[in-house]
């Protein structure tokens, strides 16, 4: 039997639901139940029949899936893929922020830990985060960790005041875009689609700000496109609409979502590993942070 054949039937035996996110290696994609953005994922774990959930992405997307199913059991193949944009920000960060504007409300990007999520108000996506914040009645609003979904944020709800938590949360795969790349790129005739997660100047002359699933979901409208985000997108993309282009940087990778392998997903199926604990202190708060932007989706 080969490792793939072996997945799938202790998939069936544990009755398991494989999620997968867009930047996992085309292994993964392949052998997953459910490819998608962060948003896509959190929805369907909050959906699924199956009593295991196995999340093959970074910590943060395992831990949004335990939090909405904390009576599932919910693993992560390889426990130290994490997300270093996450670490931008602390609770205590959070708190301090809280004490300088006690009228602003907390949106935390779905990047962030679950112990940051448990003093937000409400989470997000790059899905969702313009109609989050529309969502809310406060008029300022705290927004972290990444400094410039909370710049793409401001453009698109300009009747709110949006403080980013820090001020230079970022990633550093999205950051490394330049505007020489997009021009380099357009002169060829692409059509540009860059994550929210670019900077400024890079999403000012893209053609499309979008999530990853919202990259799919406009991949059709044109045969040519650049694309401004982490590699392994272009293997989706490609899966989906193999008679259209998809030009990805070979060096845009997020090394902790290539950590892990077929053989980590098959031992996570085999032994039960790695299961995602959080503490009941966190989770109830976290929980809450999580389902309120559940119930305004897309
Ligand atoms: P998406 O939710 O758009 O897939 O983004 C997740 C992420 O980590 C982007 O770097
Ligand atoms: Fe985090 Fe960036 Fe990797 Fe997304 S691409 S998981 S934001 S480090």
Redesign the pocket.
Known sequence: MTTDEEIRKLKEERNALILAHN?QLPEIQDVADIVGDSLELAVKASEAQESVLIVC??LFMAETAKLLSPEKTVLIPVPDAG????DHLTPEMVLEARKKHPDAAVVVYV?STAAVKAVADITCTSANAADVVRSLPEKTILFGP?ANLASFVQKQVPEKDIIPLPPEGH????TAFTVDQVEEARSHGCRIVCHP?CRPEVQEISDLVTSTGGMVRHADECDSWFVC??REMGYRLRSLYPDREFLLPEDAV?E??KKTKREDLLRSLQNGVHEVIIDEDVLGPAKRAVERMIRIRR
């Open positions: 930047y992405g970074v997300c270093p944009l996450a990047n990444d990633c550093y795969v999205h997660e985000t982490e997020c902790d979502m």
